[in-house]
């Protein structure tokens, strides 16, 4: 706004300058090229004023599809908006576009043959806006590797990594491959095997594993619907007892606490029930080797016998 009064007033003090013809021309042609920056500078503040109002808008949450395509429809449009913008400033300063533009159309099919991969990414973006797999700051994991999505691109989607590189897939790429979202899951799985020694008896062995089981369900932020501990197998050095438990939590720093606090208060189970853990071991009979014969002769051999 500030710019478009500037050019109203400066358009009325240089008509009172007089001017040489030239020099009118020309600043006239100035005062067109910033009437037209100003015009389609609000049209680009006005796309994002209306992405901010969908974005933060009722319908936009309820319609959680649609909320993803709306970053991508922005770009477009502000692309669509630059490309006009550039043409209608060439056009107001004079310069012929019409041959421009005509070259543009005749070289569109030719240029739409040889961007066969760029459309296919194009399309890869809005079919990931639209399917939704993930969004921009989610944490992913894709193929063998995992990050944060930073930015869902027209041609391709970067990912930080734990390593804090940037990674940079083709959207046509990215819609084909495995893509696991753990930001969209409600809740955290536990899940290990704890081995104690074979010395630990029957009766031990049920006050521990009635022991780690109260420890997870005495816990608030349980999933109580599930909580598995059983003696499963005998393992090689150790008697395996597995656990699974799931927390109510979407944040894996927290999860991390509440899996600190549960293994602790497993320590103190073990040894309270008069157990320990085991560890990798592998017992060993060393046999004795049999006494060689001694070398006799016959004669001493009978006395022998």
């Keep these: 706004m500030r ?15 007089g001017l040489p ?15 037209f920056l100003g015009f389609f500078g609000a049209l680009l503040r006005a796309i994002d004023v209306g992405a901010s109002f969908i974005v933060t808008s009722p319908w936009a949450t309820t319609h959680t599809a649609s909320h993803a395509l709306v970053p991508l429809a922005v770009r477009v449009l502000k ?10 400033s060439l056009s107001a300063m004079g310069y012929p576009v019409a041959s421009l533009l005509a070259g543009l159309g005749i070289g569109g099919l030719a240029v739409a043959l040889a961007s066969q991969k760029t459309v296919e990414n194009l399309l890869g973006a809005f079919v990931i806006g639209a399917d ?18 930073e930015r869902i691109g027209l041609r391709s989607t970067r990912i930080r990594t734990l390593d804090r590189t940037l990674i940079s897939l083709p959207n046509g790429r990215l819609a084909d491959m495995r893509l696991e979202s753990f930001t969209a899951r409600d809740r955290i799985r536990l899940s290990c ?12 062995m049920r006050t521990v594993l009635a022991g780690l089981e109260a420890v997870l369900r005495a816990h608030p932020r349980i999933w109580p619907d599930a909580v598995v501990v059983r003696f499963k197998e005998f ?7 597995e656990i699974m438990a799931w927390f109510l939590t979407t944040d894996f720093g927290e999860f991390q606490t509440f899996r600190q606090e549960v293994f602790l208060q497993f320590i103190e189970v073990v040894q309270s029930a008069g157990s320990s853990f ?14 060689a014969f001694e070398k006799t002769s016959p004669a001493d051999f009978r006395k022998q016998v």
């Design 79 to 88: 692309a669509t908006v630059l490309v006009i913008a550039i043409v209608a």
């Design 193 to 204: 095997v704890l081995g104690v020694v074979y010395s630990t008896s029957a009766a031990q």
């Design 278 to 291: 085991a560890f990798p071991t592998r017992t060993v009979h060393v046999v004795p080797a049999e006494p």
């Design 235 to 241: 393992g090689p050095s150790s008697l395996d007892i």
């Design 21 to 35: 013809t030239g020099a009118e021309v020309f600043i006239h042609s100035v005062f067109r090229f910033l009437v």
């Design 132 to 149: 939704q797999p993930f969004r921009e700051g989610d944490f992913v994991k894709i193929e063998d590797f995992v990050g944060t999505v």
């Design 3 to 17: 710019l478009m009064w500037a050019v109203v007033v400066g358009y009325g003090l240089a008509s009172q300058l």
